[in-house]
């Protein structure tokens, strides 16, 4: 028969659950706020010049060129390299958090600067410049190559179909076509090329690594490429005649801060050492070492700058590549940093927002609803939302992953808040405790197991989520699978998801061991 508690028995129990629950938030604060948390932060150091760069290969070296030839001149200087597309690029200049970053003139015609600047595809120099000047920003020289969009195929697949033009492609509504996210998108993209051409495919966005792939693999038919890729030659691929002319001219320059002249004397000369100097086939070389012989980029454009602009100054350009451990340790204390601050702050509002929302009426449930509408909000959207107000780096990835941390604490506080049942409810207001000691030594250490269940949760969708992070430039794992997408090296993508999964299983571990220490052995049962 069940031993039923006497009166003493049930105030010890209640004890207990009191010393339980202060048990439980100490140490998930002690947890949430260890070592990683108190990490350097590596991605800001206001006294270098930092030089950024687009996620595909070319932009990479061009972005490691600028850093690299201001290190030479005696500045401190680093590279943020694959910080997404044009416009992630383009307001992080305009906010300060890097100081130049290679662009192309067709891109800032047709997808930066607004219409209302009057610019053509005809337009000069001189009216870029012009625009620029009038948003902060100024613009070197063209480096010497002109890297236009274009349309590209397999040649036997090609001559197969007797396909030679982007007209031609009319005649084949059925091929497999695969186009860049931000060539779907783009003003200069599919949009109006569909228009000019007349075109019937319905195309997928893929990013621009992953097209190669499936255009290899036969996946897909037809993808857009840049004219200085490394593919083209390495995977025999035909570039379809533009015989309506749509494609403008994407000359290659810098873009740099219009105070970066006074503020660092020489930094701009640095990068005009580099106007005029890269032809197309020299670039066309440089994107072949990195992708397709795997040289890492920053070796890559070292040994061009030794080679050629520094060769005979006495200065020389460092690539500064770490060993793997290195590189390891690094991504590991960014990561952290990502997961342990955003998961802290979702746990200090989530559970006081769970219990409003248990307490609330009606009023909790449409707090409910509006947790619940933030996290509708796809992962990497909620990433760029947060770049224009806080700019790049960990601030605004921290922000968006502890607003999507949100939703599991909040619903599953309120679940375990709400699943009480009656008879235990009414015991603890016999007892006459208030209704905040009711919370706080009846309800919350009863809730405590759903808590750090959405606590769980939270951190497995935090740890997957922080690598996006990368993006923006707040480093960790994403770092080197972006790299390894780029490069299609299956080595570095493991690089970054094996610790990825080695972390959440260790902090799953972790806060089951806790989730032991601080309930009672009743309440575990």
Same mark, same amino acid.
């Given at each position: ?9 049930? @105030? ?101 600067? !607004? ?10 120099? /001189? ?12 613009? @070197? ?9 274009? &349309? ?18 009319? %005649?084949? !509504? ?25 075109? !019937? ?34 995977? %025999? ?6 015989? $309506? ?38 670039? @066309? ?17 070292? $040994? ?13 350009? $460092? ?104 008879? @235990?409810?009414?015991?603890? /207001?016999?007892?006459? &405790? ?10 919350? !250490? ?43 090296? &299956? ?27 601080? &309930?009672? /052995?009743?309440?575990?049962?």
């Amino acid at each position: 028969m069940r031993h039923k508690p006497r009166p003493g028995e049930r @105030t010890r129990a209640n004890n207990r659950a009191s010393k339980a629950s202060g048990r439980t938030t100490i140490f998930l604060l002690l947890l949430l706020l260890a070592a990683p948390a108190q990490a350097q932060d590596t991605t800001r150091t206001t006294e270098a010049l930092t030089s950024g760069s687009k996620k595909f290969t070319e932009n990479v070296i061009l972005g490691a060129m600028a850093a690299q030839l201001w290190e030479a001149r005696g500045f401190r200087a680093r590279h943020r390299a694959q910080l997404g597309g044009s416009r992630f690029l383009w307001e992080a200049l305009r906010g300060g958090d890097i100081d130049a970053y290679p662009e192309y003139t067709g891109t800032l015609v047709q997808e930066i600067l !607004p219409e209302s600047a009057g610019l053509d595809s005809s337009s000069t120099s /001189e009216n870029l410049r012009r625009e620029l000047r009038e948003r902060g920003v100024r613009m @070197t020289r063209p480096l010497g190559f002109n890297n236009t969009y274009a &349309l590209g195929m397999k040649k036997a697949r090609a001559a197969k179909l007797g396909i030679e033009t982007i007209s031609d492609l009319r %005649d084949h !509504p059925n091929l497999k076509v695969a186009f860049t996210n931000e060539f779907m998108d783009r003003g200069d993209g599919w949009p109006a090329l569909r228009k000019a051409y007349d075109l !019937p495919h319905v195309p997928r966005g893929v990013d621009h690594d992953i097209a190669y792939r499936g255009l290899r693999s036969g996946a897909v038919d037809v993808i857009d490429l840049y004219s200085t890729d490394a593919e083209i030659e390495a995977y %025999d691929l035909r570039v379809l005649d533009d015989d $309506r002319d749509f494609f403008t001219r994407y000359e290659a320059v810098y873009l740099y801060r219009a105070g970066l002249a006074e503020r660092a004397p020489g930094a701009v000369q640095a990068l005009r050492q580099l106007e005029g100097r890269i032809d197309a086939e020299t670039m @066309t070389r440089l994107n072949k070492r990195s992708k397709i012989d795997g040289v890492d980029a920053e070796k890559g454009a070292a $040994r061009f700058l030794n080679e050629t602009i520094l060769a005979g100054t006495g200065q020389a350009a $460092r690539a500064d590549v770490a060993g793997f451990w290195t590189r390891l340790g690094q991504r590991s204390r960014e990561h952290g940093v990502l997961v342990g601050l955003s998961l802290t702050l979702a746990v200090l509002l989530a559970v006081p927002l769970g219990v409003a929302a248990a307490k609330g009426g009606a009023a909790g449930q449409s707090l409910l609803l509006l947790v619940g509408l933030t996290y509708t909000v796809p992962s990497l959207a909620l990433l760029a939302l947060m770049v224009p107000p806080l700019g790049l780096g960990r601030v605004p990835a921290v922000t968006a992953l502890f607003l999507y941390s949100l939703l599991p604490i909040v619903w599953n506080t309120y679940t375990g808040l709400r699943d009480i049942d009656g008879p @235990t409810r009414a015991s603890a /207001e016999a007892l006459g &405790l208030s209704p905040w000691a009711k919370l706080r030594r009846v309800e919350l !250490p009863l809730a405590a197991r759903s808590v750090l269940a959405g606590v769980k949760i939270a951190a497995v969708i935090n740890v997957g989520t922080a690598t996006l992070g990368a993006l923006i430039g707040a480093g960790g794992y994403g770092q080197p699978i972006l790299t390894g997408i780029r490069r299609a090296d &299956l080595r570095l993508i493991l690089e970054g998801t094996i610790p990825a999964a080695v972390l959440t299983v260790l902090l799953l571990a972790l806060l089951e061991g806790i989730e032991r220490f601080v &309930l009672p /052995e009743g309440l575990r049962r």
